[in-house]
Nanobody, 117 residues
Framework: QVQLVESGGGLVQAGGSLRLSCASS????????MGWYRQAPGKQRELVAN???????NYADSVKGRFTISRDAAKNTVYLRMNSLKPEDTAVYYC???????????WGQGTQVTVSS
C-alpha cells in the first residue's frame, strides 16, 4: 500500500504564499492522477487541482491563476504552489492519488492551511 505524506501547511496572511508537498512512498508512475483536495469546516471536500500521468492539469475555478500543481517523478512528489492566498482558502488540504491498474485511491493524512485576513 502506497502512503502519501503531506507537508508545508501553516498559517499565512492573506496575499501570502505556501507550497504544499506530497511525498509518495513508492513510484508515482503507478498513479493515473494525483491531486489536492481540501475540506473547510462544515463544507464538503472539494478538488483543488490534479495532474494526470499525461501531464494534464485541472484546477478548481476558485484557484485558477493563483495555484499551480506540479510533480517531480524523481522525488515521487507532487507539489501545490499557492499564491495570493485568501481567507476562503483556509482548509485541511489532502493529497490523493488514483492508481492506474484498478482505480483505487490513496489519501494522505491532510495538512492544515490557515489564511488570516
Amino acid at each position: 500500500q502506497v502512503q502519501l505524506v503531506e507537508s508545508g501547511g501553516g498559517l499565512v496572511q492573506a496575499g501570502g504564499s505556501l507550497r504544499l508537498s506530497c511525498a509518495s512512498s513508492g513510484s508515482i508512475f503507478v498513479f493515473y492522477a494525483m491531486g489536492w483536495y481540501r475540506q473547510a469546516p462544515g463544507k464538503q471536500r472539494e478538488l483543488v487541482a490534479n495532474v494526470t500521468s499525461g501531464a494534464n492539469r485541472n484546477y478548481a475555478d476558485s484557484v485558477k491563476g493563483r495555484f499551480t500543481i506540479s510533480r517531480d517523478a524523481a522525488k515521487n512528489t507532487v507539489y501545490l504552489r499557492m499564491n495570493s492566498l485568501k481567507p476562503e482558502d483556509t482548509a485541511v488540504y489532502y493529497c490523493a492519488a488514483r492508481r492506474s491498474t484498478n482505480g483505487s485511491w490513496s489519501w494522505g493524512q491532510g495538512t492544515q492551511v490557515t489564511v488570516s485576513s
